[in-house]
């Protein structure tokens, strides 16, 4: 049964992740020194605690070594320590999302040679190498699907059964932390879109495969001169591949296969990016609210005053309502007979929670703003910071205006069949 209330565990959790959050991460993420750059590198020292915590396998089953929370939980989780800092939060995101999906997926050698040092090991990241052909898809409303080619690795089988993967991949996340990538490389070169696309997992020490430094959001010359302004959540970074040999077993699942896409992994990456989105609604929210009971004006606080009472009614109205919506996604995920005992409308409910997250705290960032009037844009002021984490929520690559058609043909009824040849 769908509820609300929250069991032991989940409260435990939370409440957690809140101390921590309050004494350890909000004070280092919103200090002067850290605001007033454009660069903000990520807390690394915070990250390594975050993981010790174990909120980095928080996903990853107890038989491999992790806590086994549910998507609910794991959607608690995120919220509050993004409620922290969204880059933090970003991070733990990617790892704990590809863990559980990757774990799933793996040999039995492949758990013995992997599992063990992701469990163990608290620094011991991953990241996901793969060109998202959900996203292009977007775009084909109420069309047969015309897959184009991608940008993708490739990889050459050799006599001996190894690989040879070539190729780079841009802005990858979790790179400049991952010790362990999972590479979708393009291994027959007549197929496009998901279609001849082989799962490779790739160590980070591998021959023929380098990390770039991370992507830094100023410092790169555009070939117009001007320098680019780059802006990411978490830590990104090119990927490069050359003459890179993996064996045969490095393949998950099968060749020709793209595991991930065949499971849960990208509704439940979506759910856990709108819980991030959400703490950072939050991070707005409680700061706008702790802002307006501390200034006065007029001989009162402006709490009191009508203007800022209908601005905190509203983002109080949008919080929660995207609270509802992540929680119910997280659920059905949960437990997808509710769908097929038509218990749930059979609605891809990971696209509303993203879409509406985006859009909502993006309008909760700007109108918490308002409450600080002219304050609210200077570089030393938390403000402007969850303003552009917000818009980078709302134009992220996962999320644009083409997003939502996706619900439209869902409750049209609308099967995707393949453009002819």
Not at 66 to 91: Q, S
Not at 288 to 306: C, L, N, P, S, W
Not at 329 to 341: G, N, S, T
Request: charged share 25%; with cysteine.
């Amino acid at each position: 049964m769908f509820n609300l209330q929250l069991n032991a565990e989940q409260l435990e959790f939370r409440d957690t992740v809140k101390d921590f959050v309050q004494n350890e991460v909000k004070p280092a993420a919103i200090h002067p020194d850290r605001l007033q750059p454009f660069d903000k590198p990520l807390l690394a020292d915070l990250l390594d605690h975050a993981s010790r915590m174990g909120l980095r396998t928080l996903s990853l089953s107890e038989e491999a070594g992790g806590a086994g929370a549910d998507a609910l939980t794991t959607c608690i989780v995120l919220e509050e320590l993004a409620a922290g800092d969204v880059d933090l939060a970003a991070a733990i995101a990617c790892t704990s999302a590809l863990a559980q999906a990757v774990s799933e997926k793996m040999s039995a050698e492949q758990r013995k040679r992997f599992l063990p040092d992701l469990a163990e090991d608290s620094r011991y990241h991953l990241a996901l190498v793969a060109h998202d052909y959900s996203v292009d898809r977007a775009w084909q409303y109420h069309r047969p699907a015309e897959d184009e080619a991608g940008v993708e690795p490739t990889a050459v089988k050799q006599g001996n059964g190894e690989w040879v993967i070539e190729g780079q991949a841009e802005g990858v996340a979790n790179a400049p932390i991952a010790k362990l990538l999972v590479v979708q490389a393009r291994t027959d070169s007549k197929k496009t879109g998901p279609n001849g696309l082989t799962t490779f997992l790739v160590p980070r020490d591998t021959v023929g495969l380098s990390v770039a430094d991370r992507i830094h959001a100023l410092g790169e010359v555009g070939a117009e001169g001007a320098e680019r302004v780059r802006w990411h959540h978490g830590t990104r970074a090119s990927v490069t591949f050359r003459n890179c040999r993996v064996p045969a077993d490095a393949v998950l699942g099968k060749e020709g296969d793209v595991p991930l896409a065949q499971g849960p992994y990208g509704a439940r990456a979506a759910v856990q990016t709108a819980a991030v989105n959400l703490g950072l609604g939050r991070c707005a929210y409680e700061t706008a609210i702790d802002y307006t009971k501390m200034r006065v004006q007029g001989g009162r606080q402006i709490v009191e005053h009508q203007a800022i009472g209908r601005i905190l009614a509203d983002l109080t109205i949008k919080i929660e309502t995207a609270r509802n919506a992540i929680w119910k996604a997280a659920w059905v995920l949960d437990h997808p007979e509710a769908i097929a005992d038509r218990s749930v409308a059979d609605l891809p409910w990971h696209t509303i929670a993203r879409v509406y997250t985006a859009e909502a705290m993006h309008e909760v960032a700007l109108e918490a703003a308002e409450c600080f009037g002219a304050m609210g844009v200077m570089r030393d002021m938390p403000l402007q910071k969850y303003v552009h984490d917000a818009m980078v929520f709302l134009h992220a690559d996962d999320h644009d205006s083409a997003t939502k058609l996706g619900i439209a043909e869902a409750v049209a009824g609308f099967e995707r069949s393949r453009a002819a040849a």
